[in-house]
C-alpha cells in the first residue's frame, strides 16, 4: 500500500514538475512553402529552447484572417503568435491588440530589417510585428517571347511599353496570352493588382477628406487600360484568375508577361515545376511618368496578440523565426533560393543568395520603391501601398473588386462598375463615419 | 407485350437512377482522382486521367498528423450523436404521444433554429466558450453539435414514433410498464431502425459540419474539417493536396455510409409505405 502511494506520488509529481517546466505556445499561419518548411525547422528551436513547446494552426488565409479577428477582439487568448498581413497590422496596433516587439533578443538585428517593410509595420516608431517574408510586385517576362516579338524590356518599363510587348507578343493560335494579370474578385486578388495599377496612373481611394475618387479620370484611365488590354492580349476566363491561376498559366508557357507578386519569381525559376523556368526575365512594375509604379507592399509577419499570458516565450519564438541565423539555417538545410525572401537587407548583400536568386536585386528594387506612407501621386489620408488601412476596406475592397471583375468579364461596362464603385464607397464611409 | 414494356420501363429507370448517382457522386469522384495527380495536372484543367502518384498523400502525412484529427472528429461526432439521441428520445416520446396544444409550435420552433445564420452567433458563442473555457475543447464541440443537430434528431425521431400505435405502449401501460419501461422495453425495439438511420445521419451531419469545428478549436480539438482547411494556401499551388486532405477525411464517413446503407435507407423510408 505504502509503495503504491510513493509510486503514484512521484508520478503526480513529476508530471506536475514536466506541465510546470514545460511551456507551450500556439501559433496561427497560413500555408504556404515558406511556413510549411518553417515548421519543418522547429527542431532547431526546440534544441535551444526546451522549455517551450510548439502548436501549430495552419488555415486558409480568410479562415485565418476571421479567425484571429475574433480571437483577438474577444481576448478568447487562443493564441499566442499570429501570422498577419501589412494590412492588419498598423490597424490592430492602434487598436492595442498587438504587443509592441521591444524584446527580440541583444543579437536581433532590427536594423537590417528593409525599412520600407518595417515602416509598414511600425506605429509611433514601435515594431508591433516581425517579417517572416516579404514582397513587392514586378514585371515577369519570357524573354524568348519579347525577342521574337522584336523588343527589348527596360528595367524600368512604361504602361505603354507593356501595352505594345503584351499585343504582340500574343499568339492566340498558339495559345500564349500576351500578358496575365489578376482578374478574381477580391480585396487581396483583383484589389491588391488594380490598386497599385491605379497609383501608377495618379489615382487614388479617397481625398485628404476620405472623399471617394472613383469618379476622377484617373481611375477611368486605369479600368479602361486594364480592361482593354486584357480583352486584347489576356487569357480566357480572366475574371476568375487569382495569384495560383497565373502563377500555373504562367508556369505552362501561356503568358507572355506576368505582373505579380515577387515572391512568385522563385516559383516560375524552378524547373521542377515551371517549363520555362530558364527563360524568365524580370523587370519594376511599369508606370507612367507620374513617379509612382504598380507596385505594391506586402509582409506576412509574426505578431503577439495583447492577450497572450505567454509573452516572453512567444518573443523568443518571434525573435528565432525572423532573425538573420534562420536565413542561414534555411539556406544550410534547402538551399538559399529557399530563404524566405523580402525581409533583411544583408539578405541582398549575400553574394550567395544573388547567385541562387537571379531575381534579388530587382526584389529589393521593387520593395524599395513601394512607400506605403504615400503611396500615390496626390496626397491621401490613408497608410498602404494596395489598400487603404482601416476596418472597413476587407468589405469595401471586396465590393468594389465584384464590379471590376465583372466589368472584366463584360458583364457590365467600366463606366457602370465605376458610377457603381463610386456609390458604394460613398454609403459605406457615411455610414462609417469618415463622410460627415 | 406488357411485360416488354415493363423491362424497358425498368431498364430506363435503371439508366436514369444510374445517371442521377453519377452526377452526385461525381464530385467525390473528382476529388479523388485529383488527389492522384500532380500539382501542375490539378490545375492544368479538367481531366479524368490521373498520373496516380500518390505525391500529394505523402505531402500531406509529412504536413499534419492525420491520426490525432480523426480521432477528435471521431469522439465529437459519436459524442454529440450519443448525448443527442438520449435528450431527443423522451422529447421526441412526449410529442407523440402526450402531445398538447403547442407542441407544432415548439417542433417549429426548434426547427427555426436551423435557419438562423451561423455567423449571426458566433460572438455570443465565442464569449460563452471562452468564460467556460470550453475552446479548444472536446467537450466544448460535442455540446455545440449536439445542440445545433438536436433539432433534426427530435424531428426525425418525433416521425418515426407517430409510426408507432399508441395502443401498444398503452397495452404495455396496462401491464404495470413504468414511463422509463414503456420507453425502453417497448418503444425503443420498435423504434430501432429509425434511432440507427437518426444516429447514423447525425454522426454524418457532425463529421462534416465546418462553420463551428474550424473557429472553435485551435490544436487540440481539432477536427478533420480543420485538417482539410489548413491544406488551402494563398500562394502555391495546392489543389492536389487539398484534394487527398479531402479524400483522407471523407474517407471514413464514406466507407461507414457504404456499410450501413441498408439501415439507413430503411430508416429513412420508415413509415413512408403504408
Redesign the interface.
Known amino acids: 500500500m505504502r509503495l503504491t502511494t510513493l509510486v503514484l506520488g512521484l508520478c503526480t509529481a513529476s508530471a506536475l514538475a514536466f506541465a510546470a517546466h514545460a511551456e507551450s505556445i ?1 501559433i ?1 499561419t ?4 515558406d511556413m ?1 518548411r518553417m ?2 525547422l522547429t527542431d532547431d528551436f526546440t534544441k535551444k529552447n526546451p522549455d517551450i513547446q510548439l ?7 480568410n ?1 485565418l484572417r ?2 484571429v479577428t ?2 483577438i ?7 499566442d503568435v499570429m501570422t498577419i498581413g501589412t494590412y492588419e497590422v498598423p490597424i490592430w496596433a492602434k487598436q492595442g491588440w498587438l504587443l509592441p516587439l521591444d524584446n527580440l533578443g541583444a543579437d536581433y538585428d532590427t536594423a537590417d530589417i528593409i525599412p520600407a517593410i518595417a515602416g509598414g509595420l511600425s506605429v509611433d516608431g514601435k515594431l508591433y510585428a516581425a517579417p517572416f517574408y516579404g514582397e513587392s510586385s514586378f514585371v515577369m517576362y519570357r524573354k524568348d517571347l519579347m525577342e521574337k516579338a522584336g523588343l527589348t524590356m527596360p528595367d524600368a518599363p512604361t504602361w505603354d511599353f507593356i501595352v505594345d510587348a503584351a499585343k504582340k507578343m500574343t499568339d492566340r493560335a498558339n495559345d500564349v496570352n500576351g500578358i496575365c494579370l489578376r482578374g478574381k474578385a477580391g480585396w ?1 486578388e483583383n484589389m491588391a493588382f488594380l490598386t497599385a495599377m491605379s497609383n501608377s496612373f495618379g489615382a487614388r481611394w479617397f481625398d485628404e477628406k476620405w472623399q471617394p475618387q472613383f469618379d476622377q479620370p484617373e481611375w477611368k484611365k486605369t479600368m479602361d487600360t486594364y480592361v482593354s488590354l486584357m480583352k486584347e492580349a489576356g487569357p480566357s476566363g480572366a475574371s476568375s484568375n487569382g ?3 497565373n ?2 498559366l504562367f ?2 508557357g501561356k503568358c507572355g508577361m506576368w505582373i505579380d ?1 515577387t ?2 519569381a522563385s ?1 516560375v525559376s524552378d524547373p521542377k ?1 515551371s517549363t520555362v523556368a530558364d527563360k524568365v526575365g524580370y523587370a519594376l512594375a511599369p508606370d507612367n511618368g507620374l513617379g509612382k509604379r504598380g507596385n505594391w507592399l506586402w509582409a506576412w509577419s509574426l505578431a503577439i496578440p495583447a492577450g497572450t499570458q505567454k509573452a516572453a516565450a512567444a518573443e523568443k519564438f518571434v525573435s528565432w523565426a525572423t532573425d538573420k541565423a534562420y536565413l542561414e539555417l534555411v539556406a544550410s538545410k534547402e538551399g538559399w533560393a529557399n530563404v524566405p525572401p523580402g525581409t533583411r537587407t544583408s539578405l541582398y548583400n549575400n553574394p550567395e543568395y544573388q547567385k541562387a536568386a537571379p531575381f534579388a536585386k530587382m526584389t529589393l528594387d521593387s520593395i524599395n520603391s513601394a512607400d506605403p506612407t504615400k503611396p500615390t501621386v496626390k496626397p491621401v489620408p490613408y497608410v498602404g501601398v494596395q489598400f487603404v488601412a482601416i476596418p472597413q476596406f476587407q468589405s469595401l475592397g471586396t465590393q468594389v473588386g465584384q464590379l471590376f471583375s465583372a466589368a472584366l468579364a463584360g458583364q457590365m461596362s467600366v463606366d457602370d462598375a465605376l458610377a457603381q464603385a463610386q456609390a458604394t464607397t460613398v454609403r459605406e464611409m457615411t455610414r462609417a463615419g469618415y463622410i460627415k | 407485350m406488357a411485360r416488354a414494356v415493363s423491362t424497358r420501363t425498368k431498364a430506363i429507370w435503371t439508366v436514369a437512377a444510374w445517371i442521377v448517382a453519377l452526377i452526385i457522386f461525381f464530385p467525390i469522384l473528382y476529388t479523388i482522382i485529383t488527389s492522384l495527380k500532380s500539382e501542375q495536372e490539378a490545375i492544368a484543367g479538367f481531366n479524368l486521367i490521373p498520373s496516380f502518384t500518390l505525391e500529394s498523400y505523402g505531402e500531406v502525412q509529412s504536413q499534419q498528423n492525420y491520426f490525432k484529427f480523426f480521432m477528435n472528429s471521431v469522439i465529437i461526432a459519436v459524442g454529440s450523436t450519443a448525448i443527442g439521441v438520449l435528450i431527443a428520445v423522451p422529447a421526441a416520446w412526449s410529442m407523440a404521444f402526450a402531445p398538447t396544444k403547442k407542441t407544432k409550435d415548439i417542433l417549429m420552433w426548434m426547427l427555426s433554429t436551423k435557419m438562423m445564420p451561423a455567423a449571426a452567433v458566433l460572438v455570443p458563442f465565442y464569449l460563452l466558450f471562452r468564460d467556460f473555457g470550453l475552446l479548444d475543447s472536446r467537450a466544448g464541440l460535442t455540446i455545440m453539435l449536439m445542440m445545433i443537430n438536436l433539432p433534426i434528431v427530435v424531428w426525425m425521431l418525433y416521425t418515426y414514433f407517430r409510426e408507432i400505435p399508441g395502443e401498444i405502449l398503452e397495452a404495455a401501460r396496462m401491464d404495470g410498464a413504468s414511463l422509463w419501461g414503456e420507453i425502453w422495453h417497448v418503444l425503443m425495439p420498435m423504434a430501432v431502425p429509425g434511432i440507427a438511420s437518426t444516429m447514423l445521419l447525425n454522426i454524418i451531419l457532425a463529421w462534416n459540419e465546418a462553420f463551428w469545428t474550424i473557429r472553435l478549436t485551435t490544436t487540440e480539438a481539432a477536427p478533420l474539417t480543420a485538417f482539410i482547411a489548413s491544406f488551402s494556401s494563398p500562394q502555391g499551388l495546392f489543389w492536389a493536396k487539398l484534394s487527398a486532405a479531402s479524400t483522407l477525411a471523407i474517407a471514413p464517413i464514406l466507407i461507414m455510409g457504404w456499410f450501413s446503407q441498408k439501415q439507413l435507407v430503411r430508416g429513412l423510408t420508415f413509415g413512408a409505405v403504408k
Open positions: 500556439t496561427a497560413v500555408n504556404n512553402g510549411v515548421q519543418k502548436n501549430w494552426v495552419t488555415l486558409e488565409e479562415v476571421e479567425r475574433t480571437d477582439a474577444t481576448k478568447g487568448g487562443q493564441y487581396g495569384f495560383n491561376e502563377l500555373a508556369q505552362q507578386a515572391v512568385a516559383f515545376n
